[in-house]
């Protein structure tokens, strides 16, 4: 019998070991510059678009956290993001807040209530998003995303005075958003969204 639960632990290691491996291959490289690696992949069952920024910056975590959780400070360094505000307050670590994404003519505006919940622990910093698309009222003349959307930020101290930050997003564009506008959001916007927060830090 033990000798069975230590092959059924054996296999289990090895598959998810696989697993994790196959989803890292999916990422495909479409950017770096300047200290900046940007990857996306798509997943083709839900036809959700998925990318993962990546960069190192000379400052403490705690002040790489200050800045990426102060939600009305977004529309100063977050691509495309033009209304940035709270809505909601629960504790210290978790809250509602709303934004506003400014999209190129003729198509209007998006817009998404969010959860926002910090995950602390002894290694690093998680800061989760997840759209809640019925959380307060649509407004006219802007659109409001009503499919998946998720954000995540992961802070790695690598010193005292060394962070590595992680930028991801997820969600599905609809069959219909043409590839510019997919860049838009995902290689440029996650770039440039990482080139103005190392100038704000």
């Not at 400014?102 to 959860?115: A, G, I, Q, T």
């Not at 006219?140 to 930028?167: A, H, N």
């Amino acid at each position: 019998m033990k000798n069975f639960i230590n092959l059924l632990i054996l296999i289990l290691f090895f598959f998810s070991f696989n697993l994790i491996k196959a989803q890292d291959i999916n990422w495909n490289l479409r950017k770096n510059s300047n200290g900046i690696t940007i990857h996306t992949r798509k997943i083709e069952k839900t036809g959700i678009v998925e990318f993962k920024a990546e960069m190192i910056v000379n400052k403490t975590i705690d002040s790489v956290l200050n800045i990426v959780t102060n939600t009305e400070s977004y529309t100063q360094w977050m691509s495309n993001v033009i209304v940035s505000k709270t809505l909601k307050i629960i504790n210290e670590n978790e809250k509602y807040i709303y934004l506003v994404s400014e999209v190129p003519w003729p198509l209007k505006n998006r817009d998404m209530p969010f959860y926002q919940k910090i995950i602390k622990s002894k290694k690093i910093i998680k800061i989760t998003l997840a759209g809640i698309s019925n959380y307060t009222p649509p407004i006219e003349g802007i659109k409001r995303i009503t499919k998946k959307l998720t954000g995540l930020w992961i802070l790695i101290p690598i010193s005292d005075k060394q962070v590595k930050i992680i930028y991801q997003s997820s969600f599905y564009p609809g069959p219909t958003m043409p590839n510019w506008i997919l860049r838009l959001f995902t290689v440029d916007g996650a770039y440039k969204t990482l080139i103005e927060l190392r100038k704000l830090i």
